[in-house]
């Protein structure tokens, strides 16, 4: 390489070849740590993206389930968590569309997840409205239960594709990532090859300049001293070039650190999701607490147990589960050979009193040898190799349940304050869910102690009732001696009153009957004509006394059904259509289609406001209030009727208007299917 500049210029050019140098370097340096950055910054993006999702799941089930909570106990302080959970849910909405926002994809199925959660807000806002006025058959409609669970489904399908578009990204973030750190690593140290390169190449065309000036031997010695400078530079600058090395691969390591972060985070809620879905699932506790030790037995545990707190104090283990099932029947036969110390100053005992957690990051050899009972049991203890253990109380309403037992060992997993957080919380899902079940258990009690004693009740009334029938009927026929009008009159009278005391006896009958789940359905081919005939017989004494007439008009078609609770069915409608018309007519119509068969009963009476026309239903309510009502009446009849229409494959429906009379359908099938 030959230079054909002066001496001056040519030393000032080659001044400015580090200089150039140093800049390319730095600036090639500069942008390739911003890609990386950028990268990184993508990288957390999905992994809040992801969280962010898996929240708002978890939130809308806690919804759901504080949505549930009140439906069965019809308190408001369950309603809490649901209100709770409905502001963080509008909270993650807002994160996942400020996350989203530059995928047009992503924003799409956001759209679409808080539609559904909208929508089945809305549906549970609808339940917790029909609790709150009482309208319990409607919370209980299998219908609106099914709308609930599709919204859901759909709200978790919604979901589920969000995260897998977003974990498709993540992966190929982390590529880019990883390319990211490999080629910057890469360039800076070609640039550094090709900075030595250089060098080298100035020095050999220096040298040779410095031959053809024989007679510039001090400014040949000038640039070599300026060489030797530029040298140093260049040293410094590779040594710091190794150092912006050694911090990108720092850099590097922290991000590897924080992904595993993130995905034990990940881990966690996923955990915490699936275990309230099984919580959720049944209201038998027994069979959901063993599903969510499994559920935690090898996710964060290799041990895990579950203790309860038995009415009479006593403290009982009611799952015990391992990553190996064939030790689970071993560790249940060493309890039993050493049965726990729940009076001690520590384990779960101590835990269940206190309703404080306990949590042994390291255990000892030492810890080990205290806590054995003898030889051969330390022998035991040190042969399952536990490293580490947690027991947490399992809270609900201030109410120490049970305690939740985990235990690392064949794994070395060591338990620090994030799986404490964790198992809390596992816990309390898991108490919340037993607590319910207790709850609903004691409702079923109680009710079946209603209809217990409703049916006792109406039985010790029907002996002194027949009683009392039995000798009016005496009495009528003269066996005592001829009776004058006004005797006769009121033994009519006493008749009337016993025949409408023993309807109402009927009618709790029923409806212990139907609330118990005692009643049986017969079905046999009948005539519907006949069916309505003999109702109307067994009525037109009551029309007759209010001057009322009874028709009849439609068709007659032959069903499969039980004859006798289609009777009681139309005897209850027109009893309560004579009961509250006090003038004009009462007319039954029947109309046959393909599959069913309609009967409706209008009258011409009081009828009855848009607001009560399904309370009309509900057991023991009526339309006039006790303190007014001119008529009896136990509020069964329509109640029971409903139910035996349902009972037969049907339905009742109601039409009214105050002051313009009533229209009750009975919707029948031709045959039962």
Known sequence: MRLSLPGAAQRRLLALVPVILVVLVGALTYERSRLVVADVREVERSHETLE??????????????????????????????????????????????????????????????????????????????????????????????????????????????????ERSLLSERRAAEQRG??????????????????????????????????????????????????????????????????????????????????????????LLSDASRVLSSTLDYEKTLEAVAQLAVGEISDWCAVDLVDPDGAIRQVVVAH??????????????????????????????????????????????????????????????????????????????????????????????DAELALAMELATRSALAIDNAQLYRSALAASEAKSAFLATMSHELRTPLNAIIGYQSLLKEGIDGPLSDAQLAHLN????????????????????????????????????????????????????????????????????????????????????????????????????YEKTVEVSVADTGIGIAAENLERIFDPFWQVEQRSTRKVGGTGLGLSVSRTLAQLVGGDIRVESEPGKGSTFTLTLPVRQA
Request: proline share 2%; aromatic share 4%; glycine share 6%.
């Open 52 to 165: 962010a999702s898996g929240s708002l799941l978890t939130r809308a089930i806690d919804a759901e389930t504080g949505q549930r909570a009140y439906l069965l106990i019809g308190d408001e302080t369950f309603l809490q968590p649901y209100k709770g959970a409905r502001a963080d849910i509008q909270q993650l909405l807002r994160s996942l569309r400020e996350l989203t926002r530059r995928d047009a994809a992503q924003m799409a199925r956001l759209n679409t997840i808080e539609q559904l959660v909208n929508q089945r807000f809305s549906l549970l806002d609808s339940s917790i409205e029909q609790r709150r006025i009482g309208r319990l058959n409607v919370v209980r409609d299998s219908v609106s239960q099914l709308r609930g669970k599709e919204k859901m489904d759909q709200l978790r399908g919604a979901v589920a594709a969000l995260q897998a578009q």
């Open 181 to 270: 750190v490999t080629t910057a690593t890469i360039l800076i140290i070609l640039a550094a090859l090709v900075a030595v390169l250089l060098s080298a190449l100035i020095n050999i065309a220096i040298s040779r300049a410095l031959d053809d000036q024989h007679k510039a031997n001090v400014d040949l010695r000038r640039v070599n001293e300026d060489l030797e400078r530029q040298s140093g530079q260049l040293e410094e600058q590779a040594v710091e070039m190794e150092s912006q090395a050694a911090e990108l691969e720092a850099t590097s390591e922290d991000l590897r650190s924080t992904n595993d972060a993130l995905s034990r985070t990940t881990q966690a809620a996923e």
């Open 323 to 416: 990553i190996d099932g064939a030790k689970i029947k071993w560790a249940k036969e060493l309890r039993e050979r050493y049965p726990p110390d729940h009076a001690g100053p520590t384990g779960v005992g101590q835990v269940i009193r206190t309703g404080r957690p306990e949590i042994y990051p390291d255990i000892t050899d030492e810890m080990l040898a205290a806590s054995a009972r003898d030889a051969d049991h330390l022998d035991i203890l040190r042969e399952l190799r536990f490293k580490s253990a947690l027991v947490v109380p399992m809270i609900a309403r201030g109410r120490t349940l049970g305690a939740l037992t985990l235990v690392s060992g064949e794994k070395g997993r060591h338990y620090g």
């Open 493 to 592: 009278r006493i008749r009337a009153s016993a025949d409408h005391l023993l309807s109402l006896i009927d009618e709790v009958l029923t409806f212990s009957r139907v609330e118990a789940g005692k009643e049986v359905v017969q079905r046999e081919d009948v005539s519907l004509r006949s069916v309505i005939d003999q109702a109307i017989t067994m009525i037109t004494p009551l029309a007759e006394v209010k001057g009322l007439t009874v028709r009849v008009e439609g068709d007659d078609p032959q069903l499969f059904t039980d004859g006798g609770k289609v009777r009681q069915i139309l005897l209850n409608l027109l009893s309560n259509a004579i009961k509250f018309t006090d003038s004009g007519e009462v007319v039954i119509r029947s109309r046959a």
